[in-house]
C-alpha cells in the first residue's frame, strides 16, 4: 500500500540547474498537488492539477513548471533552479469530493547551492 | 487567500498537562482540516470540521469549529509524549486547495 511516493528524496543542485520531482500515487486520486514548506512558513501550494493533462497555479508558483500526463504522476519542475527555492517539497493528492483528506508523500528535500 | 493565524507557534510542555491551540481568521471558512506532522514525514489529516460550533473529539483530541466559522481550536488532554508534533490548521477551498497556517511545534517530555 504505497499511496503517496516522491523521488528523489534528496538533492543537491547547483544555482541554474535543472531538474524534475516526481510524485506518484495508487489511489485512482483525481486531484494532486504540489506544496513547499520552508522554516516559519507553513506549507504554501504551488500548483495543482484537477485531472490528466491539467495544471493549475497556485500561491507561489513562479519558477516552477508542472506535467501531469498520467493520472497518476505529477511532476515538477524547476528549470533554472535558485537558492530561494531550497525547501522541502511536498506533494499530495485526494478525491475530487468535498472535504476529503489529502494524501501526503514524504517529502523532497532540496538544496540549491 | 484565506490568511490563518495559529497560536502558539511553540509549546514545551510535560506529560499530563492540558493544552489548546488555535486557529484564526478574519475570513469565513467554509471547512477547516487539522493535520499533524512528524519529522520526516507529510502531514496526516487528524479531522475536517465543517458546521459552525460543531465539536468532534478523536481520543484525547477535542477540535471545535467557531460558531461563525471563523476560527477553530485544538485540545488535548493529558499530552504524552507520543503528541509531539507539528500541528497544522488549513482552510479549504476550491478544487480541495488548502491553506495552511503556520503550525504549533509541540514538545511533550515523559
Known amino acids: 500500500n504505497a499511496g503517496v511516493t516522491q523521488t528523489p528524496k534528496f538533492r543537491v543542485l547547483k544555482t541554474g540547474q535543472s531538474m524534475t520531482l516526481l510524485c506518484a500515487q495508487d489511489?485512482?486520486?483525481?486531484?494532486m498537488y504540489w506544496y513547499r514548506q520552508d522554516p516559519g512558513m507553513g506549507l504554501r501550494l504551488i500548483h495543482y492539477?484537477?485531472?490528466?493533462?491539467?495544471?493549475a497555479k497556485g500561491e507561489v508558483p513562479d519558477g516552477y513548471n508542472v506535467s501531469r500526463l498520467k493520472k497518476q504522476n505529477f511532476l515538477l519542475g524547476l528549470e533554472s533552479a535558485a537558492p530561494s527555492q531550497t525547501s522541502v517539497y511536498f506533494c499530495?493528492?485526494?478525491?475530487?469530493?468535498?472535504?476529503?483528506?489529502?494524501?501526503f508523500g514524504d517529502g523532497t528535500r532540496l538544496s540549491i547551492l | 487567500t484565506q490568511l490563518l493565524e495559529q497560536s502558539p507557534q511553540f509549546l514545551s510542555i510535560q506529560e499530563g498537562e492540558n493544552l489548546t491551540v488555535y486557529c484564526n481568521s478574519s475570513?469565513?471558512?467554509?471547512?477547516l482540516q487539522w493535520y499533524r506532522q512528524e519529522p520526516g514525514e507529510g502531514p496526516v489529516l487528524l479531522v475536517t470540521?465543517?458546521?459552525?460550533?460543531e465539536v468532534k473529539k478523536l481520543k484525547r483530541l477535542t477540535f471545535q469549529f467557531g460558531d461563525a466559522r471563523k476560527d477553530s481550536s485544538l485540545h488535548i488532554t493529558a499530552a504524552q509524549p507520543g503528541d509531539t508534533g507539528l500541528y497544522l490548521c488549513?482552510?479549504?477551498?476550491?478544487?480541495?486547495?488548502?491553506?495552511f497556517g503556520k503550525g504549533t511545534m509541540l514538545l511533550v517530555s515523559p
Open positions: 499530495a493528492s485526494t478525491f475530487d469530493r468535498d472535504n476529503q483528506p489529502q494524501h
Open positions: 489511489m485512482n486520486h483525481e486531484y
Open positions: 492539477s484537477v485531472g490528466e493533462g491539467t495544471t
Open positions: 475570513s469565513v471558512f467554509s471547512s
Open positions: 470540521v465543517v458546521t459552525g460550533g
Open positions: 488549513a482552510a479549504l477551498s476550491g478544487y480541495s486547495t488548502l491553506t
